[in-house]
């Protein structure tokens, strides 16, 4: 379990990588070339919180803090969710449902992956039938009513939110996968799916990565934002646009009428080089100027971090592979002691900056470092 002191993660990621096959853990790993894709994860520690601005931010009563909040409509205890992350049960075999049932208990929201082992329906059970918040990742695949019939289970599921994943038309070069041949192990399958090449259980991909492979035969890099707006159509759940890191997509996002967008860079997997996403949240944001929801994902692993990623505007930050170490260590135990520490640094954290709601987070809590030095 954590190690008082350290990051909310690092001690999991250690004890992770023990009990996971090597393989699983590479799988995990930021990817294409990982030293460049590393920093996303560093960029929160170039911002300094700096209490010390124009208004008090000391002497105000911080002896009752609350970090809930409404996102999407859904009441959340804090604006830390669960980030869609494949394949949860080659972590743990409780996978999807050990997810959602913390979720449940720690009061906050599960994105669920397309590409879960466990299904849309058995989920939804698992995060109490309608008494949790889930959310559903979408992948587009080739077969338009394929993709609508994901949408229509998630729907009839209990479902709040569609996030479309917008980032990913090809997979990305992930050395690690290509090397170990990834798939996926046979007593597993992406339970959304029957046949056996879209539930990702062929049993051979030749010498690449097997999720390659599977992401070039089923799903069609076509998209586009025509795509948006069938999805917008055909849904009466809002539309969350996962994986925008530019302005000008999230102004073309907003005039789609989507109901959000994502910042992210799908933990630094897909393009290699790209900006760590707490660099970007800031034109994005402006761009957005207000027209719909910002979140943040990338590198976020202390409740610091998620206040700063809230003080640069992001209205909550969705958290990937610390969800991952915490199910491979203690399964659903480990998954509500990692949100619960995150529930804990976030209010100790807002506290210390003088902040008793989250409506009294703001840019001024923020400074570059570089802006201390000049
Ligand atoms: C992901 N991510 C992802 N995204 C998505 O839209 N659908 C998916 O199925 C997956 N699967 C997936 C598997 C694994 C192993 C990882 C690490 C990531 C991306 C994920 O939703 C999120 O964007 C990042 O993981 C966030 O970064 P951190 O918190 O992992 O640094």
Request: glycine share 8%; aromatic share 6%.
């Amino acid at each position: 379990s954590h190690v008082p002191g350290e990051c909310v993660s690092a001690t999991s990621e250690d004890q992770a990588r023990k009990v996971l096959p090597k393989a699983v853990y590479d799988s995990t790993a930021p990817a294409p070339t990982s030293t460049h894709s590393a920093r996303h994860v560093d960029a929160f520690n170039s911002l300094v919180l700096c209490t010390v601005v124009s208004l008090p931010r000391v002497l105000r009563n911080v002896s009752s803090v609350d970090t809930s909040l409404t996102v999407l409509g859904q009441r959340l205890s804090m604006p830390v969710c669960v980030a869609s992350t494949a394949m949860q049960r080659m972590a743990h075999a409780d996978g999807e449902l050990a997810t959602a049932r913390a979720c449940r208990a720690a009061g906050t929201a599960m994105m669920l992956s397309s590409w879960a082992t466990s299904s849309i329906e058995e989920v939804s059970e698992a995060g109490g039938g309608g008494s949790g918040v889930l959310w559903m990742q979408l992948y587009i695949y080739k077969d338009r009513e394929l993709s609508l019939s994901l949408v229509r289970r998630a729907e009839q599921a209990g479902y709040q939110a569609i996030f479309l994943t917008v980032d990913t038309p090809y997979l990305g070069r992930r050395w690690d996968d290509v090397r170990n041949r990834f798939k996926l192990p046979s007593h597993l399958s992406m339970s959304n799916f029957s046949a056996p090449s879209l539930s990702f259980s062929e049993g051979s991909y030749g010498a690449d990565s097997g999720l390659a492979v599977y992401v070039s035969k089923a799903i069609d890099p076509s998209l586009s934002w025509d795509d948006v707006l069938w999805l917008k159509r055909n849904t009466h759940l809002p539309v969350i646009l996962k994986g925008i890191l530019s302005a000008e997509d999230a102004r073309q996002a907003v005039d789609c009428g989507v109901d959000g967008i994502l910042v992210s860079n799908h933990g630094a997997r897909q393009l290699d080089g790209v900006p760590a996403t707490l660099d970007v949240l800031c034109e994005v944001v402006q761009a957005v100027a207000g027209r719909c929801d910002v979140f943040l994902d990338g590198g976020v692993r202390r409740g610091t971090d998620v206040l700063k990623a809230l003080a640069l505007g992001a209205k909550a930050v969705f958290i990937g592979r610390p969800v991952l170490w915490g199910l491979a260590c203690q399964g659903e135990e480990g998954v509500v002691e990692l949100l619960n520490l995150f529930k804990d640094e976030l209010r100790l954290a807002m506290a210390l900056a003088g902040c008793r709601s989250l409506s009294e987070v703001s840019t001024a809590l923020v400074r570059r470092r570089d802006d201390f030095s000049r």
